[in-house]
């Protein structure tokens, strides 16, 4: 054969894969092939050993596309300000999502749950385009699996606002649960409170022939 065989051993770990067992050799060009489990996400797959001994292969073909090739591209970023926030005290938002008890799915924490997080939003998140941020469907839920949707700007708004916190007779829940519970639409006692209602009065007034959606639901009957 006259080359040297690249020495790869069982067992050990290069680059991203871990080596798992001999699977045989190429009959035509003789290299040899063993079988590598990626290190982020534990898909095993046959490796040449030529390229496992060089150390950069830097997982399985998806890991490593994420890990060379989509390091500054937009999901990659996207999913690297979500665990800024939640973990680094020295981010500028770190108050108003780590410092506030908002968590990280335990997976996704540290340079290899990065790729998880990537991958897990790629596979059950619809495409990401320009103008698409990451929202968490519950705002005082966490970073995690069903928690997380593409998001517009507008929408996004639109989730805090009704998420917004709303103390009154000595309780404070959000304002869709307060929606629920005295029987005035959302939209109404968003109005009623922006328009400058005393809290007693938005939530005590029943909607009426004036009031802002019977009037509209209603027509002109
Ligand atoms: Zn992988």
């Keep these: 054969m006259g080359c040297i065989k690249p020495v790869v051993t069982i067992g ?3 680059g991203g894969v871990e080596v798992v067992y001999f699977c045989g050799s190429h009959p035509k060009t003789h290299k ?3 079988i590598c489990k990626c290190v982020t996400c534990g898909k095993e797959a046959p490796r ?7 150390g950069r292969l830097g997982g399985c073909m998806r890991c490593a596309r994420i890990t060379h090739g989509l390091s500054h591209t937009d999901l990659y970023s ?5 665990q800024e926030r939640i973990t680094n005290p020295d981010c500028i938002s770190f108050s108003s999502h780590g410092g506030r008890g908002i968590e990280l799915y335990p997976g996704w924490h540290g340079p290899d749950g990065l790729i998880r997080m990537v991958r897990w939003l790629e596979d059950n998140l619809p495409p990401w385009r320009p103008g698409l941020t990451l929202d968490r469907i519950n705002n005082d839920g966490n970073y995690e699996p069903g928690n997380l949707r593409w998001a517009t700007a507008s929408q996004q708004a639109n989730n805090r606002r009704n998420n917004r916190r709303i103390t009154w007779r000595g309780r404070t829940q959000n ?4 929606s629920r519970e005295v029987g005035i639409p959302r939209d109404t006692l968003t109005w009623r409170i922006n328009a400058g209602w005393s809290l007693d009065r ?3 007034e029943p909607v009426g022939r004036n009031g802002r959606r ?3 639901a209603k027509g002109r009957a």
């Design 12 to 14: 050990e770990t290069y």
């Design 32 to 34: 040899r092939f063993y």
């Design 48 to 54: 040449a050993a030529s390229k496992i001994a060089s």
């Design 78 to 82: 996207i999913a690297h300000g979500v």
């Design 175 to 178: 304002l869709i649960e307060w």
């Design 202 to 204: 938005a939530m005590a």
């Design 214 to 216: 019977g009037w509209r």
